[in-house]
Every structure is written in structure tokens, then in C-alpha cells.
């Protein structure tokens, strides 16, 4: 059983930030990606940022520049920097994995922080 765990949502002014992290747990050989997605209210569920146990993130287009993506392997955690929040980035923020274990390859997903960014 794998879980993924987020923590660091919450409300903000426009302009402000917040850091969010999530850790994954329980028995896994392998990470292969771990990142974050995003869903507001009406709308799909959205990738924000992606980052590759061996590669190079990748961002939406919405949020480069403004939003940094980081990993800790040795923590099997991964974080996302958020900068010069917007209004609508406000959404439910899920941390994603896509990990090897005894069933194979599979995409596993946390419970979601609501972030919020309002005056």
C-alpha cells in the first residue's frame, strides 16, 4: 500500500506564497515522477508541475517563473514553491506519484489542500 500525504495549503493574499509538500509512504520499489495538480471548482483536473526522478521538471504554462517544483528523494517527498499567487490559482492541490511496487506501476494520489487566494 502506497499513501501520499500533503500538507501546506491555506489562504493568501495576491502576491503572497506558499510552500506545500507532500510525502509518499508504505511499500514501494521506485518514484519514477512525483508532482502536483490542481482542480477548481467546475473546472478539470490540471497539471501544475511535474518533476522526473531522473529528468527535468516541467511546468503549465500558468504558472512559470512563479511556482518552483523541488524533490528530496532520500525523504521520498516533493515540494512545490508557490510565488506571486493569483486569484485563480486558487484550487484543491493533489499531490501526484506515479510509483513501481509489488503490483507494478501505478498512479497514486493525496488527499488534496485547498489553497486559496483572496483579498
Known amino acids: 500500500q502506497v499513501h501520499l500525504v500533503e500538507s501546506g495549503g491555506g489562504l493568501v493574499q495576491p502576491g503572497g506564497s506558499l510552500r506545500l509538500s507532500c510525502a509518499a509512504s508504505?511499500?514501494?520499489?521506485?518514484?519514477?515522477?512525483m508532482g502536483w495538480y490542481r482542480q477548481a471548482p467546475a473546472k478539470e483536473r490540471e497539471l501544475v508541475a511535474s518533476s522526473p526522478t531522473d529528468g527535468n521538471p516541467i511546468y503549465a504554462d500558468s504558472v512559470k517563473g512563479r511556482f518552483s517544483i523541488s524533490r528530496d528523494n532520500g525523504k521520498n517527498s516533493v515540494y512545490l514553491e508557490m510565488n506571486s499567487l493569483k486569484p485563480e490559482d486558487s484550487a484543491v492541490y493533489y499531490c501526484?506519484?506515479?510509483?513501481?511496487?509489488?503490483?507494478?506501476?501505478?498512479?497514486?494520489w493525496g488527499q488534496g489542500t485547498q489553497v486559496s487566494v483572496s483579498s
Open positions: 501526484h506519484g506515479y510509483i513501481l511496487s509489488g503490483i507494478g506501476y501505478k498512479d497514486y
Open positions: 508504505g511499500n514501494f520499489f521506485n518514484i519514477v515522477r
